[in-house]
T-cell receptor, first 110, second 115 residues
Framework: EDQVTQSPEALRLQEGESSSLNCSYTVSGLRGLFWYRQDPGKGPEFLFTLYSAGEEKEKERLKATLTKKESFLHITAPKPEDSATYLCAVQAVGNEKLTFGTGTRLTIIP | GAVVSQHPSWVICKSGTSVKIECRSLDFQATTMFWYRQFPKQSLMLMATSNEGSKATYEQGVEKDKFLINHASLTLSTLTVTSAHPEDSSFYIC???????????FGSGTRLTVV
């Protein structure tokens, strides 16, 4: 059974304080690993898809990396508007379903 | 970018009544649509997967007679919560998968409150 574990559960940072969020996964053949941002009362907003170990993608202050066992979402010099829950999900080969982790609630303090 | 419209964004209904939630892909055709349920401070739980013109596939433990899914076209899927009860109160989110780039786009969610 595919599993996704995210840590930490919650993270509070001062504005400008860089950090990383972790997503560990076990899957029977990785088709893709997805990162989403979710604001309260909203649906998930797509950030990145990673397909193979060693792949990296960047968008503004966010950078996602992937190994064979885990993915990291690095946030550099965050701003208060980066506060949200960040969700990680995996898709297994031959399966359309996504398996989600429980998310990391990120709070950036001005 | 791909956009999925979900309506209504919130609804309050009386116990015993039915509620329909609509999920529409606005600028792309979806091979598959997914329906999720999310409890406060918890992650998304997949309820069912639907393909256009086919019966939905429900996850284990999800009552198919309570949560009716209709996928009438490549751009529209509906979830009907039948004979709703307070325990059905939750945040429901749909997702559509593009038949071109195979990305997953989520709707903005529907907050259902059953009183």
């Amino acid at each position: 059974e595919d599993q996704v574990t995210q840590s930490p559960e919650a993270l509070r940072l001062q504005e400008g304080e860089s950090s990383s969020l972790n997503c560990s996964y076990t899957v029977s053949g990785l088709r893709g690993l997805f990162w989403y941002r979710q604001d309260p009362g909203k649906g998930p907003e797509f950030l990145f898809t990673l397909y193979s170990a060693g792949e990296e993608k960047e968008k503004e202050r966010l950078k996602a990396t992937l190994t064979k066992k885990e993915s990291f979402l690095h946030i550099t010099a965050p701003k208060p508007e980066d506060s949200a829950t960040y969700l990680c999900a995996v898709q297994a080969v031959g399966n359309e379903k996504l398996t989600f982790g429980t998310g990391t609630r990120l709070t950036i303090i001005p | 970018g791909a956009v999925v419209s979900q309506h209504p964004s919130w609804v309050i209904c009386k116990s015993g009544t039915s509620v329909k939630i609509e999920c529409r892909s606005l600028d792309f055709q979806a091979t598959t649509m997914f329906w999720y349920r999310q409890f406060p401070k918890q992650s998304l739980m997949l309820m069912a997967t639907s393909n256009e013109g086919s019966k939905a596939t429900y996850e284990q433990g999800v009552e198919k007679d309570k949560f009716l899914i209709n996928h009438a076209s490549l751009t529209l899927s509906t979830l009907t919560v039948t004979s709703a009860h307070p325990e059905d109160s939750s945040f429901y989110i749909c997702s559509a998968r593009s038949r071109t780039d195979y990305g997953y786009t989520f709707g903005s969610g529907t907050r259902l409150t059953v009183v």
